[in-house]
């Protein structure tokens, strides 16, 4: 008796987010969940980054077309601070280790311009999201109540990417 194991071999392809991105990157935060009037600050955002009048960091996980993406930018008035304020995987493509890998390739690219901390902010009631920060090395450093509604904390969690 034989035993016949094929796998298949994802690449990942994580490379600086082009316009021509901007399309699929908004129907991945539709599909998550974001609301028509998040999904229109998004799109501002990216129209500033990719005006060239920004210092942001775009990120688009590409598979034949994107699949992820990850939009961190600095804190003002801060010494080597940033924060990741998008990471999303479309939901067709979760759970193969790539959100794990976007936000390593983030903090690899932070490292390397000598930034000391990257704080996330969350949904208390976000538990999955909350896991996932855990995983990766993230400490909830903060809650504030009700700040995004009456019920609606918001999780400030961080990691130390300098010693």
Known sequence: MFLIC???????????????????LLAIAEAIGF??????????MMADYFSGNSDHIWLTDDE??????AYCAPERMTNG??????????????????????????EQL????????????????????????CKCGYVEEARIR???DTGADKIVYRKLLLT
Request: proline share 6%; glycine share 6%.
């Open 6 to 24: 094929i796998t298949t071999v994802v690449a990942f392809m994580i490379r600086p987010t082009i316009p021509d991105d901007a399309t699929a």
């Open 81 to 106: 601070t940033w924060n990741l304020l998008f990471i999303a995987i479309h939901p067709e493509a979760q759970g193969q280790g790539r959100g794990t890998l976007l936000i390593e390739h983030v």
């Open 64 to 69: 034949d077309g994107p699949v992820g993406v």
């Open 35 to 44: 609301e028509p009037d998040e999904c229109k600050v998004l799109s501002e």
């Open 146 to 148: 009700d700040f995004y």
């Open 110 to 133: 932070l490292k390397e311009q000598n930034v000391r901390l990257l704080l996330v902010e969350t949904l208390a009631n976000f538990d999955r999201t909350r896991a996932f920060y």
